[in-house]
């Protein structure tokens, strides 16, 4: 059983331990991006440096000024899992309106998977987004053939299994579906 909660700036050390050390140990090619790639307002970046210092400054500037939006899932007092939504306006995506959140992607410790952590994620997020007044939630799930390291903004089925319906489709980058809220 986890515990859920939205992310506050007294949670950044649980979020930095996650991400330093556990969020994607077994993925060096997503390692280091501290939910950062996403968002609107991304750090400056001189393309051949490592980035991943120029990240975890910018996901603790960001959570010190309640500016990143999500939810973190305890097991104990241990981060176990991350999921970023939020304000549409926040995420580099189109059509931004106030009362339309997203939900961007979720990433799970890899001793974790399998428990259904992501799905109670996304139930909390509803709820939390519902209470928060947003009128519809909306994410970009991957073709559900497709198993490939994309799958991280959830997979299809459990969109479906919270009611969201396909919205538009984009071809060969996914769906994107919406919920009521």
């Not at 952590?117 to 519809?136: H, P, S, V, Y």
Request: glycine residues 8%; contains cysteine; proline residues 4%.
């Amino acid at each position: 059983m986890v515990n859920i909660k939205a992310l506050e700036a007294d949670d950044l050390h649980g979020f930095l331990d996650f991400f330093d050390h556990r969020a994607f140990a077994n993925d060096p090619d997503w390692d280091g991006c501290y939910c950062q790639s996403f968002l609107n307002d991304q750090p400056a970046w001189d393309g051949e440096s490592d980035p991943k210092p120029i990240l975890r400054q910018s996901s603790c500037d960001k959570i010190n000024q309640g500016k990143m939006q999500g939810y973190l899932a305890y097991q104990d007092d241990k981060v176990v899992a991350w999921c970023a939504a939020g304000e549409s306006k926040l995420f580099n995506l189109p059509d931004a309106d106030e009362k339309l959140a997203r939900v961007v992607c979720f990433v799970v410790d890899e001793d974790f998977r399998g428990q259904g952590i992501a799905n109670e994620l996304l139930g909390f997020a509803i709820e939390d987004l519902t209470k928060k007044g947003f009128a519809e939630i909306e994410a970009k799930p991957v073709r559900p053939e497709d198993k490939s390291k994309h799958n991280f903004r959830g997979p299809y089925s459990m969109y479906l299994k919270h009611g969201f319906t396909d919205y538009l489709d984009l071809g060969d980058e996914g769906i994107l579906v919406r919920k009521e809220l």
